[in-house]
């Protein structure tokens, strides 16, 4: 398996433009979430999806849209980028959300700058 | 989720035990401690769980106080790889995949 994969690895952006990140993962995981991480600090849920068609918010989602069309996608889209957009972006699942057994996994990131 | 409480750093010996303490006073009867660890510039990596009973895999143990306010994570033996910032986490077991990270312990393994 190769886990959770995302891509790019780097980004540059200038103010205004969109982009779409994309996460993958091929071990059949129901949750997916994706996280930023700004410099010095812990991760920030953005958004969660708990199915394929079922995503909700979470505690950073403005200036970011997530689809779920797929169990193995979840791609995360800034629609107009803004320099406090610039972070660090890991992407997650796991199994299940439920139960003690809940490890989850997460991708190598996608470093964005937002000029 | 409970807010959890830990030290912003420590340094460590190779080779000894590294000690990482965790705060959580308010935790509740249904919310389990995590623990993740972030090597640098890396997505964070699970490492352990627990309820109420302490706990041991591979990696680490985790040693849960009687009243659970409070557990320490176990690395026996560390090595320099093991340098990174841990997270100590508390989350209710039907939480979803919504892990709530604080500023966790950087640990520094020195040779």
């Given at each position: 398996?190769a886990?959770?994969t995302?891509?790019p690895?780097f980004q540059?952006?200038?103010t205004g433009?969109?982009m779409t990140?994309?996460?993958?993962?091929?071990?059949?995981h129901?949750?997916?979430?994706?996280?930023r991480?700004?410099p010095g600090?812990g991760l920030r849920?953005?958004h969660?999806s708990?199915?394929?068609?079922?995503?909700?918010?979470?505690?950073v989602?403005?200036?970011?849209?997530?689809s779920?069309s797929?169990?193995e996608?979840?791609?995360?889209r800034?629609?107009?980028?803004?320099?406090?957009?610039t972070?660090?972006?890991f992407?997650a699942?796991?199994?299940?959300?439920?139960g003690?057994t809940?490890?989850?996994y997460f991708g190598p990131g996608?470093r964005?700058t937002?000029? | 989720?409970?807010?959890t409480?830990?030290?912003?750093?420590m340094?460590?010996?190779?080779g000894r035990?590294?000690?990482l303490?965790?705060n959580?006073s308010t935790?509740?009867?249904?919310?389990y401690?995590?623990?993740y660890?972030q090597i640098?510039?890396?997505?964070p990596?699970y490492?352990?769980h627990?309820?109420?009973?302490?706990?041991?895999?591979?990696?680490?143990s985790?040693?849960i106080?009687e009243?659970r306010?409070s557990s320490t994570?176990?690395?026996?033996h560390?090595?320099?790889?093991?340098?990174a910032?841990?997270y100590c986490i508390?989350?209710?077991?039907?939480?979803?995949?919504k892990?709530?990270?604080?500023g966790g312990?950087?640990?520094?393994?020195k040779?």
């Amino acid at each position: 398996n190769a886990g959770v994969t995302q891509t790019p690895k780097f980004q540059v952006l200038k103010t205004g433009q969109s982009m779409t990140l994309q996460c993958a993962q091929d071990m059949n995981h129901e949750y997916m979430s994706w996280y930023r991480q700004d410099p010095g600090m812990g991760l920030r849920l953005i958004h969660y999806s708990v199915g394929a068609g079922i995503t909700d918010q979470g505690e950073v989602p403005n200036g970011y849209n997530v689809s779920r069309s797929t169990t193995e996608d979840f791609p995360l889209r800034l629609l107009s980028a803004a320099p406090s957009q610039t972070s660090v972006y890991f992407c997650a699942s796991s199994y299940s959300g439920t139960g003690d057994t809940d490890t989850q996994y997460f991708g190598p990131g996608t470093r964005l700058t937002v000029l | 989720d409970a807010k959890t409480t830990q030290p912003p750093s420590m340094d460590c010996a190779e080779g000894r035990a590294a000690n990482l303490p965790c705060n959580h006073s308010t935790i509740s009867g249904n919310e389990y401690v995590y623990w993740y660890r972030q090597i640098h510039s890396q997505g964070p990596q699970y490492i352990i769980h627990g309820l109420k009973n302490n706990e041991t895999n591979e990696m680490a143990s985790l040693i849960i106080t009687e009243d659970r306010k409070s557990s320490t994570l176990i690395l026996p033996h560390a090595t320099l790889r093991d340098t990174a910032v841990y997270y100590c986490i508390v989350r209710v077991e039907a939480a979803g995949n919504k892990l709530t990270f604080g500023g966790g312990t950087r640990v520094l393994v020195k040779p």
